[in-house]
């Protein structure tokens, strides 16, 4: 059975940063894509960044770009995203996700492409 754990979230100040960690189990996390989402109170799961299996391709979300960083460490079956500059819209719960592919294809940014999530970890950022 496929799992995983997300941690690191917390309560930071604007400006400030976080390291998301998603923790794999079950599977070859190696071998596939994985994403990182977010769900704002009130609003609808988005995608963020997502990184392919070797994690030599990574992808963001605009909102995002230049602030935030994925990576991953297939060593240690460990995927990380480091949230720097944090701003209040970047509060919600942050889900980790992996795919059935080791690389991009056409709708890697929408949930259907990703197969297993995580429960998600809270992001709040103060003003």
């Known amino acids: 059975q496929v799992q995983l754990v997300e941690s690191g979230g917390g309560l930071v100040q604007a400006g400030g940063s976080l390291r998301l960690s998603c923790a794999a189990s079950g599977r070859i996390f190696s071998n596939y894509v994985m994403g990182w989402f977010r769900q704002a109170p009130g609003k609808e799961r988005e995608f963020v960044a997502a990184?392919?299996?070797?994690?030599?391709?990574?992808a963001y979300a605009d909102s995002v770009k230049g602030r935030f960083t994925i990576s991953r460490d297939n060593a240690k079956n460990t995927g990380y995203l480091q949230l720097n500059s944090l701003k209040p819209e970047d509060t919600a719960v942050y889900y980790c996700?992996?795919?059935?592919?080791?690389?991009?294809?056409?709708?890697?940014?929408?949930?259907?492409?990703?197969?297993?999530w995580g429960q998600g970890t809270r992001v709040t950022v103060s003003s």
């Open positions: 996700a992996t795919a059935s592919r080791p690389y991009f294809i056409p709708g890697y940014k929408t949930e259907s492409f990703y197969a297993y």
């Open positions: 990184i392919t299996a070797s994690g030599g391709i990574t």
